[in-house]
Structure formats: C-alpha cells, structure tokens
C-alpha cells in the first residue's frame, strides 16, 4: 500500500509505537558520518568553524569535537554558553552583542576560561562600549569585523574596514583578530557560477586583509560562508562556516546537489483524522515545522505523493491521490524545508541507531538563557 513501508529503509523506527508524535529525530551514524565528510573537504580540520545554530545540541557539538573540530561558530548567548560548557577551545559570537548581550559576554568569558570567546563588530558606538566593559576589568575580547559583502543585514562596506580597524586600535577591551564574511546571498545552482562570484567576492576582502595586516604587523583570519559557499571556500586560507551539513534538509538537499551529505533528521508525525478521499491530516502543525517557507515546508519520504496543502498550529491537512490506503495513527517521515529553526521548535530529539530509538538529547540551546 502506498502508506507503508514494503521494506526498511534507512528511516524506519522498529519501536515507532512508542515515540509520540510531532517528533524530531536524529540519526546518529549519520550525522558522524556528514561531519566526516565536512572534514575530508577542508584542508586541516582547523579550517572548519561549523555554525551550531543549526543543531542546538551539546551531543552534537561534542561529536564534532570527537572528530576533530576544535573552532565553532554561533548565534546566541546560549550557544556560546553551551559551548563553553563542552569546553569547546575557539567559539566566535557571529552577531555584535547589544544592550545585556555585551554584560552576557564578559560574564560568559569569566565563566568559561578555557574557551577563547570572540564576536563580531560593525559598529563603533558598540565597540566603545565592550571596550569599556571589558577593559575596566583588565580584560580584552577577541573581535571580528564584519563586512557587508551583499547580504546587506549587518556588517559594514569593505571599503570602510581599514579606518574601522584603525578606531578600534583606541579600545584597550578589544583585540581584532580578523574578519568575517557571510555570503548567503550567493546561492546560484550551479557550483561553478557560486564559485565564480565568491572568488570575486573574496579576492576583495584578500586585498583589505593584507592592507590590515601591513598596519598590524600580525596575522588575521578570515572567517567565510555558510552552507551554500562551503564548497567555494574550501581550499582557501579561511576558516568555513557551513552549519546544516550536520543534519542537511530539503532546501540544501536539491540547491546544492554537489553536496556529499545525507539527510540526518527528520519529523515524525502520526494521520489523525482523514478528512475525505483526497485529504488527510497530520499533526504537524506551525508549531513543529519551520512555517517561514510557502507550502509545502515538509516532504514525506514515505508518501512522496502527499502534497501540503494547508496548516495551522496543530495540524498539517495533506491531498493524497487516495486517502483509503491510509489509516489513523499512520506514522508518516518528513523531511523539513529548513531543518534550522524546525530544531528550535523542540526540547528534545530521539536519538536513532540501528533503526532503534536509544536516547533523548536535549534541544539545550533553544532557550534563550542556559545559566547567564
């Protein structure tokens, strides 16, 4: 029938009846193996400063230090914080702290020593004001400019960053340590036309590090890209930022065909009312899947047939070629549009392995305080 599984594919829970739905769960050789991959693209694993945002996971961000991957790269607070927690060496804040963030950090870099905390700055009034928290303590934070290289929602023109670099040499608080580049606007299909304006892109800001570097007599670092510039970024002297190949979607899946990942989390979700001979209902709604994107925002590996065709908070009403090969209380496996904010929607994930749900692990950075 077309609702069920005539074999087991990769997917398949055996104990499926006992997990309640909505539900997200990770496949845990898969995600090892997505960051082994990450891996064999860079040149050295210090090349790689994967963006957590995406996963929000302490067993996540540890299994990548397993392999190998010292550098990370967040958005939140919680994250940096979830990171010093792991004792993660290198994490650079990828936003310009504001308001109680700038407090945050200084408390952050108290309390976890052993990392090196770094953030972004595009600002001047913001970096007087870390300076002034971090030097009236006697300490410096490591910081990174950031430059608007067409994304235009934060940094500053490239061609400004020298006489910015030069203003913040006065703030005692503040050590620049390079810069930073998010070019997600370069998302074309096809890799060589990505690779073509990143190379563009990047041998400006090559030019605009050097002259830095002439002024500072130090070595600065450029951290660059995201998912979609990962493959354009490799082979340079640059720290990559991807951050879904941990768990990889729908989206990335077909923009970035070249990519070696495989999907690692999916959504469960269970019919719970069938509607007429052509629609169904599942409790997928808003509130479980990312609901940024048009419909559909899920895909069903197991009822590729199924099209979304509207939703709500709680429920995900689906148009099927057939609805009587289908029961209440089906399970049903989706693959999101957008894993990153469809992570955030939940405390925990069941851990898959060997078609077994073994554990939970808790979704820790979604909230937006762990402890400071």
Same mark, same amino acid.
């Given at each position: 029938?077309?609702?069920?599984?005539?074999?087991?594919?990769?997917?398949?829970?055996? +104990?499926?009846?006992?997990?309640?739905?909505?539900?997200?769960?990770?496949?845990?050789?898969?995600?090892?193996?997505?960051?082994?991959?990450?891996?064999?693209?860079?040149?050295?694993?210090?090349?790689?400063?994967?963006?957590?945002?995406? +996963?929000?996971?302490?067993?996540?961000?540890?299994?990548?230090?397993?392999?190998?991957?010292?550098?990370?790269?967040?958005?939140?607070?919680?994250?940096?914080?979830?990171?010093?927690?792991?004792?993660?060496?290198?994490?650079?804040?990828?936003?310009?702290?504001?308001?109680?963030?700038?407090?945050?950090?200084?408390?952050?870099?108290?309390?976890?020593?052993?990392?090196?905390?770094?953030?972004?700055?595009?600002?001047?009034?913001?970096?007087?004001?870390?300076?002034?928290?971090?030097?009236?303590?006697?300490?410096?934070?490591?910081?990174?400019?950031?430059? +608007?290289?067409?994304?235009?929602?934060?940094?500053?023109?490239?061609?400004?960053?020298?006489?910015?670099?030069?203003?913040?040499?006065?703030?005692?608080?503040?050590?620049?340590?390079?810069?930073?580049?998010?070019?997600?606007?370069?998302?074309?299909?096809?890799?060589?036309?990505?690779?073509?304006?990143?190379?563009?892109?990047?041998?400006?800001?090559?030019? &605009?590090?050097?002259?830095?570097?002439?002024?500072?007599?130090?070595?600065?670092?450029?951290?660059?890209?995201?998912?979609?510039?990962?493959?354009?970024?490799?082979?340079?002297?640059?720290?990559?930022?991807?951050?879904?190949?941990?768990?990889?979607?729908?989206?990335?899946?077909?923009?970035?065909?070249?990519?070696?990942?495989?999907?690692?989390?999916?959504? &469960?979700?269970?019919?719970?009312? &069938?509607?007429?001979?052509?629609?169904?209902?599942?409790?997928?709604?808003?509130?479980?899947?990312?609901?940024?994107?048009?419909?559909?925002?899920?895909?069903?590996? +197991?009822?590729?047939?199924?099209?979304?065709?509207?939703?709500?908070?709680?429920?995900?009403?689906?148009?099927?070629?057939?609805?009587?090969?289908?029961?209440?209380?089906?399970?049903?496996?989706?693959?999101?549009?957008?894993?990153?904010?469809?992570?955030?929607?939940?405390?925990?994930?069941?851990?898959?392995?060997?078609?077994?749900?073994?554990?939970?692990?808790?979704?820790?950075?979604?909230?937006?305080?762990?402890?400071?």
């Amino acid at each position: 029938m077309p609702g069920q599984m005539s074999e087991i594919s990769w997917y398949s829970i055996h +104990n499926i009846e006992d997990i309640d739905t909505p539900a997200l769960v990770l496949y845990k050789s898969r995600i090892q193996s997505n960051i082994k991959k990450a891996l064999s693209l860079v040149r050295q694993p210090g090349d790689l400063r994967p963006h957590v945002k995406t +996963n929000k996971i302490s067993e996540v961000c540890q299994l990548m230090m397993e392999a190998g991957i010292q550098k990370f790269k967040c958005a939140t607070i919680a994250e940096a914080e979830m990171l010093g927690m792991l004792g993660a060496p290198d994490v650079l804040l990828a936003y310009q702290p504001v308001g109680p963030k700038m407090e945050r950090l200084f408390q952050l870099a108290k309390k976890y020593p052993r990392t090196l905390f770094s953030c972004l700055l595009d600002d001047l009034h913001a970096a007087y004001s870390l300076s002034k928290i971090f030097s009236s303590a006697g300490e410096q934070i490591a910081v990174f400019i950031d430059l +608007n290289v067409g994304m235009n929602r934060s940094g500053i023109k490239p061609g400004e960053a020298v006489s910015f670099f030069k203003e913040l040499q006065s703030c005692k608080g503040l050590r620049v340590t390079g810069l930073h580049i998010y070019d997600g606007h370069i998302n074309d299909p096809e890799l060589a036309s990505r690779q073509f304006r990143s190379d563009k892109l990047y041998s400006e800001v090559e030019t &605009i590090l050097k002259e830095i570097q002439a002024l500072m007599h130090l070595r600065l670092v450029i951290v660059a890209g995201g998912s979609t510039t990962f493959a354009t970024h490799v082979r340079r002297q640059a720290e990559c930022s991807p951050g879904t190949f941990v768990f990889w979607d729908w989206n990335y899946m077909h923009l970035l065909p070249e990519a070696p990942f495989e999907l690692a989390a999916l959504v &469960i979700t269970r019919i719970c009312s &069938i509607v007429d001979q052509n629609t169904v209902t599942l409790d997928l709604g808003h509130k479980s899947v990312a609901a940024e994107n048009p419909l559909p925002r899920v895909h069903f590996l +197991n009822v590729p047939a199924a099209v979304p065709i509207a939703q709500s908070e709680e429920h995900l009403v689906v148009q099927v070629p057939d609805s009587a090969v289908y029961r209440v209380g089906e399970v049903w496996y989706g693959v999101p549009v957008h894993i990153c904010p469809t992570v955030a929607l939940y405390e925990e994930a069941q851990v898959v392995e060997d078609h077994q749900v073994t554990t939970t692990w808790k979704v820790l950075a979604r909230d937006k305080k762990i402890t400071i």
